[in-house]
């Protein structure tokens, strides 16, 4: 048994934790109480507001924008090794996906794919530790690694100015077509900034045969919510 697993130290381990050695909150800085998420308040947790529905996109979904606490508990996952707080991140993101009505109908769940040197250094991708929640709680199976960024696209698109994302995000993704062949994919990110990563995994996902491919992220930055529509056919 683990004695640091998340029921017995929640149950068991922090109630006297707190008592003897009490923690800020990573949000607020107020002292914690046994009410608490991984390190931070009830609080701080409510204050992250779920994102308003984009009608100009009808196929993307994020659970919330990307600024204040709901950037820095990304930030803190993906760069302090926290990959616990990818669950009741990606527990939001379901309920987000629900609420816009893109849970109906879809048959598989994907992640975008790291790049393989942020791969091997963080040594986990965060798109699939919120894919494989989403997928849990949805009740939808979660795709294996048929999804895949070509090893020859060596440099990050997250590095490249925009025109650069979008040029390469055409060609860097592979997907095999037996995994998605007449599927309707649930493609899971955690930011939406210029959506090129997800073009590119769009196109990659239809290329192998997959009938429909919606987006669902943590975060969108105010710059993703102002583009325009995109083709019908990759609705």
């Excluded at 055409?170 to 959506?195: C, P």
Aim: proline letters at 8%.
């Amino acid at each position: 048994m683990r004695l640091n697993g998340p029921w017995l130290f929640r149950t068991f381990l922090y109630p006297v934790l707190v008592l003897v050695v009490p923690a800020p909150c990573s949000g607020c800085g107020d002292t914690l109480g046994p009410r608490q998420l991984l390190g931070y308040c009830p609080g701080c947790w409510d204050s992250i507001q779920p994102d308003r529905y984009n009608p100009h996109h009808p196929y993307q979904c994020a659970a919330t924008r990307y600024a204040g606490l709901a950037r820095t508990v990304l930030l803190e996952a993906k760069f302090r090794d926290r990959p616990e707080l990818f669950r009741p991140m990606g527990l939001r993101m379901a309920a987000a996906c629900r609420t816009a009505g893109l849970d109906r109908g879809f048959e598989l769940v994907a992640a975008v794919p790291s790049h393989p040197l942020t791969l091997f250094r963080r040594g986990y991708n965060p798109a699939r530790e919120l894919a494989r929640v989403v997928a849990g709680d949805l009740g939808l199976p979660l795709a294996g690694r048929a999804l895949r960024r070509k090893v020859l696209h060596m440099a990050p698109l997250k590095k490249a100015s925009r025109e650069d994302r979008r040029l390469a995000a055409r060609s860097a993704f592979t997907a095999r077509h037996g995994a998605f062949q007449g599927k309707r994919v649930l493609l899971i990110d955690d930011v939406l900034t210029t959506g090129s990563t997800f073009r590119g995994c769009r196109s990659a996902l239809l290329d192998a045969g997959a009938s429909a491919v919606r987006l669902l992220v943590w975060g969108r930055t105010p710059a993703a919510s102002s583009g325009g529509r995109w083709p019908e056919r990759h609705l």
